[in-house]
């Protein structure tokens, strides 16, 4: 399973909290892991790529549904890769009328929106695994060590802001212990046939079948 692409945290009607991520990753990532002959389901947010037609792919918007659906799918799969960029946070009330313009300054108080990865790291069999993905601005792979951890991953591919919405990606791939299995560049689709390589190799190849 691949969870790909934004999600939205409406304001009211109309107005939503997102960010740019195009899904092109999730795309490339689906489509490596078909070229090795593994079934894959996409859990996507709202994105204009068109994903690989031999993938099942179930739509979603917020944070909350690609939480949920992404932990439906969890159980029947042998792992996820959380490539999508989910809103990290959501408006703690939610109008129900489109806010209109009155002359003053509009204050918005956020609270954080569950974090799908982390969830689905905690909830995982002993026969699954999940990897991670670690958008940072500074401090790229110790942020990603650390996000490793709190979210129980078994790999975490440490990128940059540069990455969202591009046709190309900088990552580094990390292991359990922080140490830096290969640092890949290029456009997303050759990017991510590196990692699905190393996914299958040392994740997918020895494990047992998932219960049914």
Request: charged residues 25%; proline residues 5%.
């Amino acid at each position: 399973m691949i969870t790909s692409g934004p999600t939205r945290q409406y304001l009211d009607p109309v107005r939503y909290l997102t960010n740019a991520s195009s899904g092109r990753m999730g795309a490339a990532l689906a489509q490596a892991a078909l070229d090795l002959g593994h079934e894959v389901v996409i859990v996507s947010g709202p994105v204009s790529v068109t994903y690989p037609a031999a993938a099942r792919v179930v739509d979603v918007v917020t944070t909350d549904e690609m939480l949920r659906v992404a932990g439906e799918w969890f159980l029947q799969c042998d792992g996820a890769i959380g490539a999508a960029a989910p809103c990290d946070y959501m408006p703690k009330q939610v109008s129900d009328q489109k806010l209109s313009k009155n002359g003053s300054p509009l204050q918005l108080e956020l609270i954080e929106t569950p974090d799908v990865i982390a969830t689905l790291g905690q909830s995982k069999r002993d026969d699954q695994w999940v990897v991670g993905f670690a958008l940072e601005t500074d401090d790229r792979r110790f942020r990603a060590i650390v996000k490793l951890e709190k979210k129980h991953c078994d790999l975490i591919v440490s990128n940059g802001p540069e990455a969202i919405d591009s046709a190309d990606n900088h990552v580094e791939l990390l292991d359990q212990q922080g140490d830096v299995i290969e640092t890949i560049s290029g456009d997303k689709p050759h990017v991510a046939s590196r990692l699905i390589h190393h996914i299958n190799q040392r994740l997918i190849a020895n494990r047992k079948t998932p219960h049914q």
